[in-house]
């Protein structure tokens, strides 16, 4: 089998928030497509890390190839700061919004859950997935096989996803599958690309087939 | 270099099962139109649900076609993560559901006519909508809406059933896409267009390709248990399509129903140049060889070749196959034929002509 790992995207630095403005943006109306809407805060966090984890499974780009290995679950800070953004501009609505403590990590972690203005970022929505063809359907693929999983394990099902749950990376550590260390330890897309070797599979069945195989872990260890 | 993928890291262990896995088809139809991956993800679903014997038969239900727009606007639903897997209950409720038939559910009470107003009630009624009526012993109907229910006029009906695909039942799931899409130019969009210029019987370059895609959408509208797989190439040469069992089966037991050839006859290319009898009929011989040693070589159970005829006069099946008649028997190819008119002025015509003909 060859393996073509994609490198994360380089961005200059003055689009980043830009682009995770727009990133909320994309997962948002990914998880509405999927039902899941309002969206809990930790539904977003981890469908952004499953979406960078397999995005080479649909050979894109992870948006960031590294995270902070957190004992619940996967939590990007800018990601987090976009969406406060993205409320406090009247694009994002926020419901039961509460500041919780985490105790593993000794901080406090925005509960809220979250739903788009559809009137107003549609316009912006339809020419992203027109440019970003690939990319759309990736994510709203990825977003409909996360919908299998249960409101209990939304949120916590990347505790035992085949990166983020490897133990060569402790607690605290960061978990790096592309950004300098190398895409093939990325083993969340290796997991993916695992199933049925002998057959030639559309990219977005294996979503669907990870995500139906992390919804058992999670279910029964 | 060592195979990335047997480095699983946490899933290492589960390698084995992960590569035996049953396939489930789920996302395997990302490029088809969302109406047909939709209305596949619900016969499906119900399939799965018919199987276990838990299975309510006692009312209908609704699977209603919905974007992210509605969930975010309709109050109440509740979502339910297991519905595409068969596990849930189906009957007596409306199931707002994307593409992968999963979303949000709400109960309704009373009959079939408080169905129909529950969907209005939820502005649902002029959505994509499949009414499933079940009933036991495999004579369950779903009914499709593709205008919604506010158009009950517009409905095609489906049996809830799991059909082999024979060459008999593939035929028929042609001959439906040729009424519906392909017998004559009328209605087809200009992305589908077989004819460059049907006034002067110019085929389109790209006919055979849409032929092709006309059909494939048929054949996994109609099995939608199967993986209907375009252009696969191997050392022989590049199958147009074919029809495999590998959802819902061990690996090891996957079936290759049947492989399918396309062939396009024309007189006139798209610029009008003319294509020799003699070509033609090499062409459709290529196809009964083609056909055959696909089928013998990839262990296809059935070979067929499916001829459209866009020439000027059509003369039937008998005298188009006569060069090949014996040979295709020989080699166990069945061969299918469909004409495709210039208009529907040329198909009255024909078809008034035949009439007189006959007597």
């Known amino acids: 089998m060859t393996f073509a790992p994609e490198q994360p995207r380089k961005m200059e630095p003055e689009l980043v928030p830009r682009q995770q403005a727009v990133r909320v943006l994309v997962l948002l109306d990914a998880l509405a497509q999927a039902g899941l809407v309002p969206t809990p805060a930790r539904a977003l966090h981890e469908l952004a890390y499953l979406a960078n984890v397999l995005s080479p499974v649909f050979e894109l780009a992870p948006f960031d190839a590294k995270l902070l290995k957190r004992p619940s679950g996967p939590y990007y800070p800018e990601l987090q700061q976009a969406i406060d953004h993205l409320v406090g501009r009247g694009l ?33 929505l339809t020419r992203h997935a027109q440019v970003y063809q690939e990319e759309a359907l990736f994510l709203r693929e990825l977003a409909a096989a996360y919908s299998v999983l249960s409101d209990a394990q939304l949120g916590c099902a990347a505790l035992e996803d085949a990166r983020y749950a490897d133990t060569s990376v402790d607690q605290n550590d960061v978990i790096d599958f592309g950004e300098y260390e190398s895409p093939a330890n990325n083993f969340s897309r290796n997991a993916a690309m695992a199933f049925a070797p002998s057959r030639q599979l559309e990219p977005a069945e294996r979503l669907y087939l990870y995500l139906d195989h992390l919804g058992r872990r999670v279910a029964h260890g | ?36 991956r939709f209305l596949r993800a619900v016969r499906l679903l119900v399939i799965e649900r018919e199987r276990l014997p838990e299975c309510e038969f006692d009312r209908a239900a609704a699977m209603v076609l919905v974007s992210g727009t509605f969930y975010e606007n309709t109050q109440g639903l509740t979502r339910c993560p297991f519905l595409n897997t068969g596990k849930d209950p189906l009957t007596g409720q409306v199931h707002y559901l994307g593409v992968s038939a999963s979303g949000r559910s709400r109960v309704y009470v009373g009959g079939d006519g408080d169905l129909l107003d529950a969907l209005a009630a939820d502005q649902a009624d002029a959505l994509p909508t499949v009414v499933y009526t079940p009933k036991k012993g495999g004579h369950s109907k779903l009914s499709w809406y593709p205008s919604g229910t506010r158009s009950l006029d517009n409905v095609h009906v489906f049996p809830v059933v799991f059909e082999e695909p024979t060459p008999a039942l593939i035929t028929l799931a042609i001959e439906g896409v040729y009424q519906g899409e392909l017998k004559t130019p009328d209605g087809v969009p200009s992305e589908a267009k077989l004819w460059a210029n049907a006034s002067k019987g110019w085929a389109s370059d790209k006919a055979e390709a849409r032929v092709q895609r006309a059909v494939r959408i048929g054949l996994h509208a109609r099995f939608p248990h199967c993986r209907i797989k375009a252009e696969q190439p191997e050392k022989d040469g590049r199958t147009d399509l074919e029809v495999v069992g590998d959802f819902g089966v061990s690996p090891d037991a996957t079936t290759n129903f049947a492989v399918l050839e396309m062939k396009v006859l024309r007189e006139k290319g798209s610029t009008g140049n003319d294509y020799a009898p003699s070509t033609i009929t090499a062409h459709i011989k290529e196809g009964v060889n083609q056909a055959y040693t696909y089928g013998t070589d990839r262990k296809f ?36 034929f469909w004409y495709l008119y210039r208009s529907s002025k040329h198909y009255r015509e024909c078809k008034t002509a035949a009439a007189l003909k006959a007597g």
């Open chain 1, 92 to 124: 994002v609505d926020a419901r039961n919004v509460e500041y919780r403590l985490v105790k593993e990590e000794k901080r406090y972690r925005v509960v809220a859950s979250y739903r788009l203005r559809r009137p107003l970022v549609q316009a912006a």
């Open chain 2, 1 to 36: 270099m060592a195979d990335p993928t047997d480095n699983a890291g946490a899933w290492q262990k589960d390698l084995p099962a992960i590569k035996s896995t049953w396939l489930t088809g789920k996302g395997s139809d990302t490029d088809l139109p969302e109406a047909v």
């Open chain 2, 301 to 336: 159970r059935d070979r067929m070749l499916c001829c459209f005829d866009m020439r000027a006069v059509n003369e039937g099946p008998e005298p188009v196959y006569s060069a090949v008649k014996s040979e295709a028997e020989t080699l166990g190819v069945h061969l299918c």
